[in-house]
């Protein structure tokens, strides 16, 4: 099975919990002060991207690896802006489009980034909210980024990162484990992500760690996927049946909460331009 296939399945097969559990934004929130709601904490990320990618109206967007299109939907409604969106899982495209009701922007496509068939200079901004940490070959998806953007287009990158120390028990113990359940090749630094994004070309490139604003997103969800177990027989099976080819997700969030309070996963943005 090749990676964009194993990424794949996985959404698909857990298309059903991301949307209950998660809903339609697959992504970390963003609390400032640490009181706000979950939904509000999802806004914050949202828009934290879209002021980062400089976004405004009229402005043509790729929002590489966009799930349901949700962050896809908010960017044409809240910002004006033109997207086009592509996701791998053939269940989030349908659910995508369902919601679109026949709108034609965003555009959502079902492609991998790394076939994406757009054409050269085509964007102002390419968004990649928490997907190229699924992705083999981040030297050429950065070289796609740097590609499809205009002169002085803008890259906005969330992803989830190994921190710049982690031990070799750490990644015994968390991060490989991380990869292996969450269908991730590798975890890279944020030096890594910042180094992939200057080789390819791009400038003004900036990471930042912004872990101690969206760890609050996890103890989030697990107490939402706690109260839905007595209600929720699929998701007893999805915990409790270790064949079930996805199980791994379950303790895979344990051990994100246990990374994120050892340090040793990371969560950073990283901004960039092209000259
Ligand atoms: C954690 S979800 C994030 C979804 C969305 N960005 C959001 O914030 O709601 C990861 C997304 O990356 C997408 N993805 C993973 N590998 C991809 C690839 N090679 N090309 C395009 N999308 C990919 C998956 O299909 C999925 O939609």
């Known amino acids: 099975m090749t990676q964009v296939e194993a ?8 298309d059903v919990h991301y949307r209950e559990i998660w ?13 706000e709601r979950p939904e509000q904490a999802t806004r914050a990320l949202v828009e934290l991207v879209a002021d980062a990618a400089e976004i405004r109206a009229g402005a043509r967007v790729c929002d590489v ?40 922007n965003p555009r959502i496509l079902l492609r991998s980034w790394l076939d994406n068939g757009l054409p050269d200079q085509a964007f102002d ?15 050429r998806v950065m ?35 991380i990869c292996r359940d969450g269908r991730l090749p590798e975890l890279n630094t944020l030096r890594d992500y910042a180094r992939l994004a200057a080789t390819a ?9 912004i872990s101690a604003h969206v760890w609050r997103t996890w103890p989030v969800v697990l107490a939402r996927g706690v109260r839905r177990l007595p209600s929720d027989r699929e ?41």
């Open 201 to 209: 070309g791009l400038t003004e490139v900036h990471g930042r760690d």
């Open 143 to 177: 070289a796609e980024c740097h590609r499809v953007l205009v002169p002085g287009g803008r890259l906005v990158v969330l992803d989830w990162l190994a921190g710049e120390g982690a031990s070799r028990w750490q990644r015994r113990a968390l991060l490989d484990p």
């Open 125 to 139: 901004a390419v968004i990649a909210i928490e997907s190229i940490s699924h992705m083999e070959d981040r030297a």
């Open 235 to 275: 998701l007893r099976r999805l915990v409790l049946d270790r064949s079930h080819a996805e199980h791994g997700f379950i303790t895979m969030t344990v051990r994100v909460l246990v990374g994120y309070a050892t340090r040793a996963f990371r969560y950073g943005m990283l901004t960039a331009r092209r000259a």
């Open 65 to 104: 690896g966009c799930g349901y299109g949700a962050t896809s939907r908010w960017l044409v409604a809240e910002r004006g802006a033109a997207v086009v969106g592509l996701t791998v899982s053939a269940a989030q495209h349908r659910h995508a489009l369902a919601d679109l009701g026949g709108a034609e």
């Open 23 to 35: 809903g339609e934004h697959v992504h970390h929130g963003y609390w400032r002060s640490g009181r």
């Open 7 to 14: 990424v794949a399945r996985h959404y698909d097969a857990l």
